[in-house]
T-cell receptor
């Protein structure tokens, strides 16, 4: 079945460091890919998405590029802030066929130290 | 405030009991999705309703059921509760029936079974 694999962490960085959170997926067909962020005590918020190969999603300084050849959707940010501390989830869905839910990775806990 | 309202925020109940979790989607959204988040299983898709009809089923146990009412709010019913059902239950909504539109999540109901 479909699956998403991401580094679980915790990942600890200093403020202004460069961030990469790796995400790879296994799926048949051509899924849409998403990054969600969960702040403590809150629900998940959509951070960015890409619906086809080579698309780049971006939001709030975060970027991720849909790489079909490596089945990856790595999340990057050039300079992280303490406020970026949260759990980040990579997810996939199908854009074709019947309606379906999202398949999530286990989440990566990011801690940014001042 | 995401616009998706879940009640109650916390629920503590005993094994063997039955509970009902409630979700009001964001205004204008027709789809409601239910997810379970636990430490060992991560985020698991349970079920989707679109405009009152069941649209997709994920890893939902037979002891669990859901429905969406004419005013589009949804309820998730959990019966014969077991300790392992303790988890965060999230509701999400979207405008259409395709997950690629993007979800809006509520802040969740934390269920503790003792």
């Amino acid at each position: 079945g479909d699956s998403v694999t991401q580094m679980e962490g915790p990942v600890t960085l200093s403020e202004e460091a460069f961030l990469t959170i790796n995400c790879t997926y296994t799926a048949t067909g051509y899924p849409s890919l998403f990054w969600y962020v969960q702040y403590p005590g809150e629900g998940l918020q959509l951070l960015l998405k890409a619906t086809k190969a080579d698309d780049k999603g971006s939001n709030k300084g975060f970027e991720a590029t849909y790489r079909k050849e490596t089945t990856s959707f790595h999340l990057e940010k050039g300079s992280v802030q303490v406020s970026d501390s949260a759990v980040y989830f990579c997810a996939l869905s199908y854009s074709g066929g019947g309606a379906d839910g999202l398949t999530f990775g286990k989440g990566t806990h990011l801690i940014i130290q001042p | 405030d995401s616009g998706v309202t879940q009640t109650p925020k916390h629920l503590i109940t005993a094994t063997g009991q039955r509970v009902t979790l409630r979700c009001s989607p964001r205004s204008g959204d027709l789809s409601v999705y239910w997810y379970q988040q636990s430490l060992d299983q991560g985020l698991q898709f349970l079920i989707q309703y679109y405009n009152g009809e069941e649209r997709a089923k994920g890893n939902i146990l037979e002891r669990f059921s859901a429905q969406q009412f004419p005013d589009l709010h949804s309820e998730l019913n959990l019966s014969s509760l077991e300790l392992g059902d303790s988890a965060l239950y999230f509701c999400a909504s979207s405008p259409g029936d395709r997950v690629s539109y993007g979800y809006t999540f509520g802040s969740g109901t934390r269920l503790t079974v003792v």
